[in-house]
């Protein structure tokens, strides 16, 4: 069925102050309407003057609301909140999207908007003393509530995965943009620039800030004078910022902007296409900063917009800017030490380097335009079951919902999911919960085996369908009390084929038994008296869209494993083809994740456990392995993590299924699987090997061969496809309807 997609935008900014997060607004609206949606936007401010929002409203397929606050310029942060839920009751958005900590933090605690929301925080950066324990716990609430994050770059993704593990893997990636139309309008050659006839042209917008070292500026022009090159300096903005811990400030700031300096415009506020013809007409964008902000997770649109109009920026030299322009770039500045004249001098450097810089920022600047932008929304919009067809949008969880649901369409279907562990049936519940016409009632069992009967009987008296995940004795249960009319179907894993109880569920009460992976099926079928056609396989899931994130540098000499423990995981054999490794090229390490043997008191407990695992400390302690292997804790933020492994590791002696090597795979890692029962259905043929010796003579071989390299890795990709949560949830569709 095709229908509109219905997007609202709203910003905890003022549209009357032009800086970066002001321009975001209208950047984010024309994303959306390109991507094929309706856009509303919610405004925050009072309109006083048109310079960003009269472009705003003329963009197709936009539509601006104003906003109306109490006695104020502003609204606060419930009153945005309720304006949006007065919005969505009339309009039903598929999509709220938020930016603001504060905005966001109001909307998610109203659940009907939560459901919806997409939110945009910005407000932290690297390092404990930027994310305190206060602003962690602000941001999981939103993360725990929330549909979606977004975060700017991978850098703030990983920081906000890390610190915040509500937020992992539901954290989408939404880069700066700049408009399609920005592109260079003439040469920006630095070459001669400098000479009384052709002075060099500087430019800075924005609001004046202290952090931003806009009082500092003007001098750059006198101390150029001083090396001998001929410039001048346009400042264009009005808005002079307050600073609490600097009083005066603003002031001195004010002095600067009422003296006469040579060589110096001040030519206050500009519309934003003004802005940015002001700068097309420039050799230089001025964008130096306080080195207070070097740990800052965000991109400069200011910069962006530069660069798409080929002017070089004098920026601060950051890993998100080298991550952009490259470590080479020429005008980076340290902030830290780097005074007037240490910038001029670096300008003067990249005068007589005589590159074609603004050749160089075309190419980089592609990824950061918005029809790109429209393109990962229409992307991330799939995720949540909406996908696009020529031009058209298809709900395909309406319609899979209307495939299942046989019932009549005033009755919902009701689903029980019932187990006492249901870390893999996330993607099950997700999609359950947001299914129209599926209503969903979890029956949480205490422990494997203990359970409240009567809450049990109460959600069987109710439920259409029982899922049970885990065979243990919660299928042993069900499967007795069953009624006619249900349908039950069980998932097994691996241990279950340890437990006496298996012999106990009624098979014939159990409509479709589910297996992780087809040596699952094999075992369910040698244990069980069950019919060939009431066993089917459905993989534990993964997120291909969530983990195919950018690689880092040097991958390839990076071996990852996840989960050590128990030892039937083999961790002696990783180390092994870790030494084997190094003695070729000691640029190899290995990246253990996971939780460390203690920390699981039933098997520390067992003296052959506890003295293998000494053992194996012991023989790292004690050679120069201990300085290439990083263990490194338990975390949801898999996804980031992935992005520096180039091999992920398997050898263990038995496995269902092992989900981390798949979501390796997903995410570009090369894997290296001992061979073992069910290894080759799950993971194919071509990534076996028969021993560690093996394991390391593949690495190596590839290694030297990087086209190679590159095949494998998109076979890797491919081969895990079956297992991307779509796949899974049609599968599981399939399962529940009959």
């Given amino acids: 069925m095709s229908r509109t997609v219905k997007v609202l935008v709203y910003g905890d900014v003022n549209l009357n102050v032009i800086d970066g997060s002001a321009i975001w607004l209208p950047s984010m609206a024309e994303a959306w309407a390109k991507a ?5 936007v919610q405004l925050k401010a009072v309109e006083q003057r048109s310079l960003l929002s009269g472009p705003l409203r003329s963009l197709p397929s936009v539509q601006v609301f104003d906003a109306h606050p109490r006695n104020r310029e502003t609204l606060t942060v419930q009153e945005a909140a309720d304006a949006i839920e007065a919005l969505d009751n009339e309009h039903h958005y598929d999509v709220i999207l938020v930016r603001g900590i504060q905005a966001a933090t109001a909307i998610g605690k109203r659940p009907a908007l ?188 200011k910069v962006l917009e530069s660069s798409a109009l080929g002017v070089p920026s004098v920026i601060n030299r950051t890993p998100i800017h080298e991550a952009i322009f490259g470590d080479d770039y020429p005008l980076f ?11 001029a001098a670096t300008i003067r450097v990249a005068l007589q380097r005589n590159e074609d810089l603004s050749g160089r920022l075309a190419a980089l600047i592609q990824p950061y335009r918005i029809s790109s932008r429209a393109d990962e929304l229409r992307g991330y919009l799939r995720r949540i079951g909406i996908d696009s067809h020529d031009g058209e949008f ?79 004795s919660n299928a042993v249960w069900y499967s007795k009390h069953k009624k006619p009319g249900q349908r039950l179907v069980v998932r ?13 569920i009624n098979t014939q009460n159990v409509d479709q038994f589910i297996a992780v992976s087809e040596y699952t099926r094999e075992l369910i079928q040698e244990h069980l008296d069950v019919d060939a056609t009431k066993v089917s396989v459905i993989p534990n899931a993964l997120s291909l869209d969530d983990l195919q994130r950018e690689p880092l540098p040097g991958r390839e000499y990076r071996l990852g494993l996840v989960g050590f ?52 400390f012991s023989r790292l302690g004690s050679s120069d392995l201990h300085e290439a292997v990083a263990f490194e804790p338990f975390g949801a933020d898999m996804g980031s993590w992935y992005r520096k492994i180039g091999w992920m590791l398997s050898p263990s002696t038995t496995e269902s299924f092992h989900l981390a090597p798949a979501e390796g795979m997903a995410s570009g890692a090369v ?47 491919a081969a895990v496809e079956r297992f991307d949560e779509h796949a899974v949830e049609d599968a599981w569709l399939a399962a529940i309807s009959g």
Wanted: glycine letters at 6%; hydrophobic letters at 45%.
């Fill in 333 to 343: 500045v340290d902030a830290r030490t780097d005074t007037p004249a240490d910038i």
């Fill in 671 to 717: 894997p290296i699987v001992w061979d073992r029962p069910g290894a080759r259905h799950t993971f194919g043929n071509e990534f076996l090997v028969a021993g560690t010796a093996e394991a390391a003579s593949r690495i190596l071989g590839l290694i030297e061969e990087p086209v190679q390299l590159a095949v494998l890795r998109n076979q890797a990709i």
């Fill in 492 to 504: 097994l894993h691996m241990f279950e084929f340890r437990g006496r109880w298996l012999r106990n």
């Fill in 114 to 301: 939560a459901a919806k929301l997409w939110a945009y925080v910005t407000e932290y950066a690297y390092g404990p003393d930027h994310f305190d324990e206060q602003r962690r716990e602000r941001i999981g609430a939103i993360a725990n509530s929330t549909r979606y994050m977004l975060a700017q770059t991978e850098e703030a993704r990983a920081v906000l995965e890390n610190l915040v593990p509500d937020a992992a893997g539901k954290t989408l990636l939404l880069r700066p943009m700049v408009p399609d139309e920005i592109t260079p309008t003439g040469q920006h050659e630095l070459a001669g620039r400098g000479t009384p006839e052709n002075p060099l042209r500087l430019i800075y917008t924005g609001k004046f800030a202290k952090a931003w070292r806009t009082d500092l500026m003007p001098q750059l022009v006198a101390e150029l004078a001083q090396l001998g090159i001929y410039a001048t300096l346009t400042m264009v903005g009005d808005k002079v910022h307050n600073e609490p811990s600097d009083p005066d400030w603003a002031d001195n700031m004010r002095s600067v902007m009422a003296a006469s300096t040579p060589g110096v415009t001040w030519a206050g506020a500009k519309d934003r296409a003004s802005s940015l013809a002001l700068v097309a007409e420039s050799d230089l964008l001025l964008s130096w900063r306080s080195s207070d902000l070097d740990l800052s997770l965000e991109v400069s649109t």
């Fill in 394 to 472: 298809v709900d395909a969880v309406a319609v899979a919902a209307g495939v299942t649901n046989t019932k009549a369409p005033d009755q919902p279907l009701k689903v029980l999911l019932a187990g006492h562990d249901l870390k893999f049936a996330g993607e099950l519940v997700e999609l359950l919960q947001r299914m129209p016409g599926v209503e969903l009632r979890i029956d949480q069992w205490k422990a494997l085996h203990s359970h409240d009967e009567i809450a049990s009987k109460k959600a069987l008296d109710w439920a259409d369908v029982i899922i049970c995940e885990w065979a243990g």
């Fill in 565 to 616: 423990v128990p030892l039937l995981k083999r961790p002696d054999r990783a180390i092994d083809l870790l030494s084997r490794l190094r003695e070729v090229d000691d640029r190899f390490t290995l990246h253990i994740r996971g939780r460390m043997p203690w920390e699981f008191p039933h098997l520390w407990q067992k003296p052959e456990q506890r003295e293998s695992y000494l053992d194996l």
């Fill in 36 to 40: 094929g949606a309706d856009v509303h």
